[in-house]
């Protein structure tokens, strides 16, 4: 019997383990098995594209990095063609982090996720201290 089975309301992963949203995208599968994870999480989405913040954006401090991304990522059509197919590969759930500028764009985005039975849930981003008029206030 594995001990590590985890529930998270009707999702079941394997193991506790995810990734934090922001620090893990699709291209860290070639470092690691994806498989391994009790699930992943995507950075996060917004519905048009964001380039994120200008460079630097990683600080090193005592103990650490903070950083400063900005939520880049391609927006949610172009995650929707050319992200999204490329985790069908992988067991472990998907869970989709997204953000909006306003509870309609919120709106918006999970009506467009949710057309895709291959995403297992979803982090909705609120508030993200990096980006200014993103979330509600």
Same mark, same amino acid.
């Given at each position: 019997?594995?001990?590590?089975?985890?529930?998270?309301?009707?999702?079941?992963?394997?193991?506790?383990?995810?990734?934090?949203?922001?620090?893990? $995208?699709?291209? /860290?599968?070639?470092?690691?098995? *994806?498989? @391994?994870?009790?699930?992943?999480?995507?950075?996060? %989405?917004?519905?048009?594209?964001?380039?994120?913040?200008?460079?630097?954006?990683?600080?090193?401090?005592?103990?650490?990095?903070?950083?400063?991304?900005?939520?880049?990522?391609? $927006?949610?059509? /172009?995650?929707?063609?050319?992200? *999204?197919? @490329?985790?069908?590969?992988?067991?472990?759930?998907? %869970?989709?982090?997204?953000?909006?500028?306003?509870?309609?764009?919120?709106?918006?985005?999970?009506?467009?996720?949710?057309?895709?039975?291959?995403?297992?849930?979803?982090?909705?981003?609120?508030?993200?201290?990096?980006?200014?008029?993103?979330?509600?206030?």
């Amino acid at each position: 019997m594995n001990r590590l089975l985890t529930d998270i309301g009707r999702l079941k992963l394997i193991n506790p383990v995810t990734v934090a949203s922001g620090t893990f $995208g699709i291209e /860290s599968a070639e470092y690691m098995d *994806l498989n @391994l994870l009790g699930a992943v999480v995507t950075k996060t %989405i917004t519905k048009e594209p964001k380039d994120g913040n200008p460079p630097p954006r990683l600080f090193e401090v005592p103990g650490g990095l903070l950083n400063s991304i900005g939520l880049q990522n391609p $927006g949610l059509t /172009s995650f929707i063609q050319d992200v *999204l197919p @490329l985790y069908d590969q992988y067991k472990a759930p998907l %869970i989709v982090s997204f953000s909006g500028s306003s509870i309609k764009e919120f709106q918006e985005i999970l009506s467009r996720l949710e057309e895709f039975q291959d995403i297992a849930g979803y982090e909705v981003n609120v508030s993200c201290p990096n980006v200014e008029k993103q979330g509600i206030a």
